[in-house]
């Protein structure tokens, strides 16, 4: 943190920036600050905005209102050729008719640096292609193809790198594999990333800092554990991760906060609420599925004190190895998630039975219940 | 149990694990598929070139009928007689074919990336000109470049004519029987044939190597230099191939709008083969004509790198 405080003159700053298309809007005004030497992801679902706002950073998209900055100098008005920053493109865009040196070397050349031969060893020595140099991109496989892109971009040595779903087109193995990879050359050359996906688990593995954004506007902006132990819209709550969301009605308001719902009261700390309360105002409770321990209903005396408990049946259970995934139909609020780690599993836990959730009510956080309690579900299923 | 018993044979390998060969019938679907190309070629291709190389070489005339006699000097003759018009061929068919590329290279760009939802209109318009007869389109720019009309009296009014007088390309403030009227002739009529090849190849750019040339740096300039241009190689070579060669070859043009001074070597072998009636002769100024042209298409494929293409 000190030291992104001390170099702060490469920071990218975008401030009031929006784009619309005739009548549609792709991105709401917004502000966003991303520190130099950070790896921020913008994550969302499709169309949700989050490529135009890289496109506008690269200078590729016309911003309609609003200004872009980097550190002191405001970029808005820069054609692409003449920003500091390079772009990965989704579809990797490589020049089809040079060999993978020559698409290293373009942007060098531009520049007019004439030898270029020892920094196109030495990049491509980076990404782990020194062997192909003379291949032509339509020689490589995907991922190969995918690291020509990032040494054609990082070799120019950018303010900022942009990656517009750069491991979109690859397959779950070799996904994984190449996020630890462009993280490992993220720390190595120190740049600053901008990462565009619609992955959340992608985001939460490589960024520093997350901004999920949602038809064109930052839902939310943090660290990737604070935006999933602390979502402040049920966008958020849904689309990271899996969340429970009972709606309740607030009957104290005096140290932590009481909720009625489904005939009974669950509390939360206060600052785990992000929405105002008031004495009999509806406030929606949100639970996360691997936070909540699972008792059959013999046993709900042994159940300690303090905790917050949620009667209902299990309507379906999946064993998926590590944890087994149970749907719990509740008074208190529909269907329920419950993820219980497979340790001692206790066999009257099959779908009919009637059985007793309950969590540490730490682990409760409140939003707003004005909200759709819907929001950002479905995207999630869209993208996987 | 004796130790001489021999080993039982290996089990029979099953039906499905043979590897099978395909039929015969289906290795010989593809020559079907091809018969009646070849037919095609072979009956108004391949037996017309033989019969008129063998009417290369023969002599005679039209009283007493002709003879194979391996009389190779009537290429000799041909060539020495008629090298003007080989050289005006070339030239004439050079020239249109630039022309045709300057011309055609910026409506083939502006219709694949600019056009937008006027594309498939633009491209009708292109091919517009083929509903009207090609002899009548032709005989249309003699109206055009008429002494006293308005494109010649413009052309006088700015002094153009005085420059391409001097150049040798019109004589005397007229257009119409010179060497312009016929490179203007040739261009006009071919430059759909340059403008479709140029057309399909950049259409098939992918816009976003735009794009990233600008991201590297690249200004527009550079990124047409670098990217589309060389992206677009195939459609210029076969765009200038489609142009001239028949441009090489055309004698209507000539014909239509020029003079005796500027006879292409095409309206040479129509006169020798229709009115001088001098078969060999005509034969012969062909086969000289097929020669260049396939070694200044070779060279030239050779030089832009395209081989692929062939």
């Known amino acids: 943190m000190t030291q992104q405080q001390q170099t702060a003159g490469g920071d990218v700053r975008l401030a009031g920036i929006s784009k619309t298309y005739g009548s549609f809007t792709a991105v709401q005004p917004l502000d966003l600050t991303v520190p130099q030497g950070s790896f921020f992801a913008l994550l969302g679902a499709s169309g949700c905005g989050k490529t135009t706002t890289l496109r506008m950073i690269a200078g590729l998209e016309e911003a309609t209102t609003g200004t872009v900055s980097l550190g002191d100098e405001d970029i808005t008005d820069l054609p692409p050729y003449k920003r500091p920053v390079n772009t990965v493109f989704q579809s990797y865009a490589l020049f089809p008719h040079l060999d993978v040196a020559e698409n290293v070397a373009f942007g060098l050349r531009r520049r007019g640096i004439k030898s270029v031969k020892k920094q196109v060893a030495d990049m491509l020595e980076l990404v782990q292609l020194g062997d192909f140099a003379r291949r032509k991109p339509h020689q490589l496989s995907g991922g190969q193809q995918q690291r020509v892109a990032v040494a054609r971009a990082l070799i120019n040595h950018p303010q900022v790198l942009l990656l517009d779903e750069p491991l979109g087109a690859l397959d779950l193995k070799l996904r994984r594999q190449m996020q630890l990879e462009l993280k490992r050359i993220q720390t190595e050359v120190g740049i600053t990333f901008v990462h565009v996906t619609h992955d959340q688990e992608e985001a939460m593995t490589m960024a520093d800092t997350v901004a999920v954004m949602n038809g064109g506007r930052v839902e939310q902006l943090g660290a990737p554990a604070d935006l999933y132990e602390n979502p402040r819209t049920t966008f958020v709550a849904n689309f990271l991760g899996t969340s429970n969301l009972i709606e309740g009605e607030v009957v104290s308001t005096g140290g932590d906060l009481v909720v009625a719902a489904g005939g009974g009261k669950l509390t939360l700390p206060r600052e785990r609420c992000s929405a105002p309360t008031t004495s009999g105002g509806r406030l929606l409770l949100g639970i996360r599925p691997e936070k909540i321990s699972l008792a059959h209903v013999d046993d709900a005396d042994c159940i300690a004190a303090g905790r917050n408990r949620v009667t209902g049946r299990i309507t379906d259970s999946s064993f998926i190895g590590v944890s087994t995934q149970y749907v719990v139909e509740s008074p208190a609020g529909g269907a329920l998630q419950v993820y219980e780690q497979n340790i001692e599993r206790d066999t009257r836990l099959v779908p009919g039975a009637e059985v007793v959730l309950h969590w540490n009510a730490a682990h409760t956080f409140g939003l707003d219940a004005a909200q759709d309690i819907d929001a950002g579900a479905s995207s999630v299923e869209d993208a996987e | ?310």
């Not at chain 2, 015969?24 to 020559?31: A, N």
């Not at chain 2, 950049?202 to 060389?230: M, Q, W």
């Open chain 2, 1 to 310: 149990m004796s130790l001489t018993e021999a080993p039982p044979a290996p089990p029979s390998q099953p039906e499905e694990l043979r590897l099978r060969k395909p039929s015969t019938r289906k290795r010989l679907v593809p020559y079907w598929l091809l018969l009646p190309g070849i037919l095609w070629l072979l009956v108004f291709f391949a037996l017309p070139l033989v019969y008129q190389a063998s009417t290369s070489v023969q002599t005679g005339s039209l009283e007493q009928g002709f003879e194979v006699t391996w009389h190779f000097q009537t290429y000799v003759d041909a060539l020495r007689e008629y090298y003007p018009q080989f050289i005006r061929s070339l030239l004439y068919a050079g020239t249109a074919t630039v022309l045709c590329l300057v011309l055609g290279y910026p409506l083939a760009y502006l219709i694949a990336f600019k056009a937008g939802r006027w594309r498939n209109l633009v491209l009708v318009l292109v091919i517009a000109p083929f509903f009207t007869s090609f002899l009548i389109r032709t005989l249309a720019w003699k109206t055009i470049l008429a002494d006293g009309g308005a494109v010649v009296d413009v052309l006088n009014t700015l002094h153009v004519l005085d420059v391409t007088s001097w150049l040798g390309w019109t004589e005397s403030n007229r257009v119409l029987a010179t060497p312009m009227a016929v490179v203007c002739g040739l261009t006009y009529n071919f430059l759909p044939f340059m403008i479709l090849p140029l057309y399909t190849s950049l259409e098939r750019i992918d816009g976003r190597l735009h794009e990233a040339a600008g991201d590297l740096y690249a200004t527009p300039a550079t990124t047409f230099r670098k990217v589309t241009f060389p992206l677009s190689m195939p459609g210029v070579v076969s765009g200038t191939l489609l142009t001239f060669i028949p441009a090489s070859g055309d004698y209507v043009n000539a014909e239509l709008l020029g003079s005796t001074d500027t006879k292409m070597v095409g309206s040479v072998i129509q006169s020798q083969f229709l009115r001088v009636l001098d078969y060999p002769t005509a034969a012969a100024l062909s086969f000289i004509l097929m020669a260049i042209v396939l070694l200044a298409v070779t060279f030239y494929i050779r030089r832009s790198g395209t081989e692929d293409l062939v």
